[in-house]
């Protein structure tokens, strides 16, 4: 049986992540950057279901699964989190981002 903690966030966007390793320099908004630190994000959706997950929090309001290349971007969740336990519950056009204890 699952416990849950009372740490959730609603799921605003799942994103696939690719690399720009094949890129040597890009500009963005008249900043430089090197390709390999570079990642492009495309809006994706995953199948309905519950994922058991491990993430880690990149920026306000996003979030890295770790081990796969897959970023989530919730609305207004202040969880802190590194390599943390979670369970992504999605129902095929949202969810909700549950962080375990």
Known sequence: MLFFSE???EIETIYGVKNLYSIEKLMIDGQIYDGSDVKALQKMSLDQGLYEVSVT???????????????????????????????????????????MD
Do not use: H, P
């Open 57 to 99: 929090k990149k920026d306000q309001d996003m979030y890295e699964v770790d081990y796969e290349n897959l970023i989530i971007e919730t609305r207004y969740c202040y969880e802190y989190s590194y390599s943390q336990d979670a369970i992504i519950k999605w129902n095929g056009y949202g969810g909700t981002l549950i962080f």
């Open 7 to 9: 740490d959730q966030c």
